[in-house]
C-alpha cells in the first residue's frame, strides 16, 4: 500500500531519509509542471522546484500534519512563483516551457502539422500566462493539476466561491484569447 | 418584466458554466443548467465555446521532469547540509577512498594535481591503510648526491641507511599532522562526490559552480600547506643531516 505524504513525514522525522526519496519521487513532476505554467519560464521552474524541495527537506522536521502537505507544498510553490518575477527578456526560455502533446508527433507526420501544433500550444501557453496572476493560479491548479474548487479554496486561504469566480473569470479571459484558434 | 428574469437567469448559468465544464456542480445544479441551455441559444453558444478553450487548454504540454528523483533527493539533502554519520564514506568502502584521491586528483584540475605532485615531492612514498596514512622516506640516488655533495659527504650509500632513520623519525612526528589535512582532503573529496550528484541532476548549476570554485580555492590551500611542510622537512632534514658522523672522518671510525 503507498504512504500517504504524512505517513512519509512522519517517517522522515524519524529518520528514515529514503522516506524523502519517495517525497521527492512523488512531487518533483508537480511541482516542475506548477512552476513552469505559472512563471512560463522553465529555467526559473527549476529554480523554484529546487527551493520548493529544498523547504521540503528543512520543513518536513517541524511539519505537524495539521494541514495537508499537498495544501502545504502548492502554498509553497505558488508563493515562490509570486515572488519570481518574470523577466520579459527570456522568450527562449518560454519557447522551452511549450511543448505539445506527444501523440500529435505520432499522429501528424508532417513538419507542417508538428509547426502547427507546436504553434498551438505556444499560443495557449502565451495565453494562460498573459492572465492575471489570481485567475492564472486558479485556472492552472483546476485544468493542469485537476485539484477540486474546495482544495484550491483551501491551498489560496479564499473562499470556494471566489475560486469558482476566478475561474470563471480565466476561461472568459481564455475564450477571448483563443477565439481564432480552431481546437 | 420577462426579459429582466431571462437574463438574470442567463447570468447565473453561465457563471456557472466553468463549475459545470469541471464537473464541480451539484447534480440538481447540473439539470437545472443542462435544462436552461438546452432552450437558450446564447448559453449554448457560451457552453460550446468554453469547452473549445478547456480542450485547447489541455493542448500545452510542459516539458517532463528529466531528473532521477534519488539524485535529485540526494542532491537536495547534500544543499541542506546533512551532517554524514562520522567515519562512513559516503558511497563505497573506506579502501576505496584513495582511488577517488586520485580521480579527483584528475578531475579537479589545478588545485587537486598541484597537492598530489607535492606529496611527490616529499621524497616520500604515500600509502593508505584503513584510512590511515603510511610514510615510507626513501633518498633517490639523484637527490641524495646533490644532497650530499652539497654537505661535502663522499659517500652517498653509507649515509643513506642513516639518514632514513633519521628522517623516519623526522617524518613519525609530522606524519600525525599529515595525515590529518590528509583525512581532511579525503572528507572534501568525499563532499565533491555529493557535488557530482548535484552536477548529475542539473538542477542546481548555480550551487555547483559556487561550490567547485569553494572547493578549489580550499584545495589550493591544502597544496600550499603541503608544500610548505615539504619546505620545512627539507629543511630539517638538511640541519639535521650536518649533525650525521662524517665518514671519512677516522674519528667516526
Ligand atoms: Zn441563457
Given at each position: 500500500?503507498?504512504?500517504?505524504?504524512?505517513?512519509?513525514?512522519?517517517r522522515?522525522?524519524?529518520?528514515?531519509?529514503?522516506?524523502?526519496?519517495?517525497?521527492?519521487?512523488?512531487?518533483?513532476?508537480?511541482?516542475?509542471?506548477?512552476?513552469?505554467?505559472?512563471?512560463?519560464?522553465?529555467?526559473?521552474?527549476?529554480?523554484v522546484?529546487q527551493?520548493?524541495?529544498?523547504?521540503?527537506?528543512?520543513?518536513?522536521?517541524?511539519?505537524?500534519?495539521?494541514?495537508?502537505?499537498?495544501?502545504?507544498?502548492?502554498?509553497?510553490v505558488?508563493?515562490?512563483?509570486?515572488?519570481?518575477?518574470?523577466?520579459?527578456?527570456?522568450a527562449?526560455?518560454?519557447?522551452?516551457?511549450?511543448?505539445?502533446?506527444?501523440?500529435?508527433y505520432?499522429?501528424?507526420?508532417?513538419?507542417?502539422?508538428?509547426?502547427?501544433?507546436?504553434?498551438?500550444?505556444?499560443?495557449?501557453?502565451?495565453?494562460?500566462?498573459?492572465?492575471?496572476?489570481?485567475?492564472?493560479?486558479?485556472?492552472?491548479?483546476?485544468?493542469y493539476?485537476?485539484?477540486?474548487?474546495?482544495?484550491?479554496?483551501?491551498?489560496l486561504?479564499?473562499?470556494?466561491?471566489?475560486?469558482?469566480s476566478?475561474?470563471?473569470r480565466?476561461?472568459s479571459l481564455?475564450?477571448?484569447?483563443?477565439?481564432?484558434?480552431?481546437? | 418584466?420577462?426579459?429582466?428574469?431571462?437574463?438574470?437567469?442567463?447570468?447565473?448559468?453561465?457563471?456557472?458554466?466553468a463549475?459545470?465544464?469541471?464537473?464541480?456542480?451539484?447534480?440538481?445544479?447540473?439539470?437545472?443548467?443542462?435544462?436552461?441551455?438546452?432552450?437558450?441559444?446564447?448559453?449554448?453558444?457560451?457552453?460550446a465555446?468554453?469547452?473549445?478553450?478547456?480542450?485547447?487548454l489541455?493542448?500545452?504540454?510542459?516539458?517532463?521532469?528529466?531528473?532521477?528523483?534519488?539524485?535529485?533527493?540526494?542532491a537536495i539533502?547534500?544543499q541542506?547540509?546533512?551532517?554524514?554519520?562520522?567515519?562512513?564514506?559516503?558511497?563505497?568502502?573506506?579502501?576505496?577512498?584513495?582511488?577517488?584521491?586520485?580521480?579527483?586528483?584528475?578531475?579537479?584540475?589545478?588545485?587537486?594535481?598541484?597537492?598530489?605532485?607535492?606529496?611527490?615531492?616529499?621524497?616520500a612514498?604515500?600509502?593508505?591503510e584503513?584510512g590511515?596514512?603510511?610514510?615510507?622516506f626513501?633518498?633517490?640516488?639523484?637527490?641524495?648526491?646533490?644532497?650530499?655533495?652539497?654537505m661535502?659527504?663522499?659517500?652517498?650509500?653509507?649515509?643513506?641507511?642513516?639518514?632514513r632513520?633519521?628522517?623516519?623519525?623526522?617524518?613519525?612526528?609530522?606524519?600525525?599532522s599529515?595525515a590529518?589535512?590528509?583525512?581532511?582532503?579525503?572528507?572534501?573529496?568525499?563532499?565533491?562526490?555529493?557535488?557530482?550528484?548535484?552536477?548529475?541532476s542539473?538542477?542546481?548549476?548555480?550551487?555547483?559552480?559556487?561550490?567547485?570554485?569553494?572547493?578549489?580555492?580550499?584545495?589550493?590551500?591544502?597544496?600550499?600547506?603541503?608544500?610548505?611542510?615539504?619546505?620545512?622537512?627539507?629543511?630539517?632534514?638538511?640541519?639535521?643531516?650536518?649533525?650525521?658522523?662524517?665518514?671519512?672522518?677516522?674519528?667516526?671510525?
Amino acid at each position: 500500500m503507498e504512504l500517504s505524504d504524512e505517513e512519509l513525514a512522519l517517517r522522515f522525522q524519524n529518520g528514515d531519509e529514503s522516506a524523502f526519496e519517495a517525497m521527492v519521487g512523488r512531487w518533483n513532476e508537480p511541482i516542475l509542471q506548477l512552476a513552469t505554467r505559472l512563471t512560463g519560464d522553465l529555467e526559473e521552474a527549476k529554480d523554484v522546484r529546487q527551493m520548493a524541495l529544498l523547504k521540503t527537506y528543512r520543513g518536513l522536521a517541524r511539519f505537524e500534519g495539521r494541514a495537508r502537505f499537498s495544501t502545504w507544498i502548492y502554498r509553497v510553490v505558488l508563493n515562490l512563483c509570486r515572488d519570481k518575477k518574470r523577466s520579459a527578456a527570456r522568450a527562449h526560455a518560454f519557447e522551452e516551457s511549450v511543448r505539445e502533446r506527444e501523440g500529435d508527433y505520432v499522429l501528424e507526420e508532417t513538419g507542417f502539422h508538428v509547426a502547427r501544433d507546436r504553434e498551438v500550444a505556444r499560443i495557449v501557453a502565451q495565453a494562460v500566462i498573459a492572465l492575471p496572476a489570481s485567475e492564472r493560479e486558479v485556472v492552472v491548479l483546476r485544468h493542469y493539476h485537476e485539484l477540486a474548487f474546495p482544495a484550491i479554496a483551501e491551498i489560496l486561504g479564499s473562499p470556494v466561491t471566489t475560486v469558482k469566480s476566478r475561474m470563471s473569470r480565466g476561461l472568459s479571459l481564455l475564450r477571448t484569447h483563443l477565439a481564432t484558434l480552431e481546437t | 418584466m420577462p426579459n429582466d428574469d431571462i437574463s438574470s437567469t442567463c447570468d447565473r448559468v453561465q457563471h456557472e458554466l466553468a463549475a459545470f465544464l469541471y464537473g464541480e456542480l451539484a447534480p440538481d445544479a447540473c439539470e437545472a443548467l443542462a435544462r436552461h441551455v438546452g432552450g437558450c441559444v446564447p448559453c449554448r453558444e457560451e457552453l460550446a465555446a468554453l469547452r473549445d478553450t478547456q480542450r485547447l487548454l489541455s493542448r500545452w504540454e510542459t516539458p517532463a521532469a528529466s531528473e532521477d528523483p534519488r539524485l535529485l533527493a540526494r542532491a537536495i539533502a547534500a544543499q541542506a547540509g546533512t551532517p554524514r554519520p562520522v567515519g562512513e564514506a559516503p558511497l563505497d568502502a573506506h579502501g576505496d577512498r584513495r582511488g577517488r584521491l586520485v580521480r579527483w586528483g584528475a578531475r579537479v584540475s589545478g588545485a587537486a594535481a598541484a597537492l598530489l605532485f607535492t606529496f611527490s615531492l616529499l621524497n616520500a612514498r604515500a600509502s593508505l591503510e584503513g584510512g590511515r596514512l603510511q610514510l615510507d622516506f626513501a633518498l633517490p640516488g639523484a637527490r641524495s648526491t646533490a644532497l650530499s655533495a652539497s654537505m661535502g659527504m663522499p659517500t652517498v650509500a653509507l649515509m643513506e641507511e642513516q639518514m632514513r632513520a633519521i628522517a623516519a623519525r623526522e617524518v613519525a612526528a609530522r606524519s600525525a599532522s599529515i595525515a590529518q589535512s590528509q583525512e581532511e582532503l579525503f572528507q572534501r573529496c568525499s563532499q565533491m562526490t555529493q557535488q557530482e550528484l548535484l552536477r548529475l541532476s542539473q538542477v542546481v548549476d548555480y550551487a555547483l559552480a559556487q561550490n567547485q570554485r569553494t572547493w578549489n580555492t580550499q584545495l589550493t590551500t591544502l597544496g600550499r600547506e603541503a608544500a610548505r611542510t615539504d619546505i620545512e622537512m627539507r629543511r630539517a632534514l638538511t640541519s639535521l643531516a650536518s649533525y650525521l658522523p662524517d665518514p671519512n672522518n677516522p674519528a667516526n671510525r
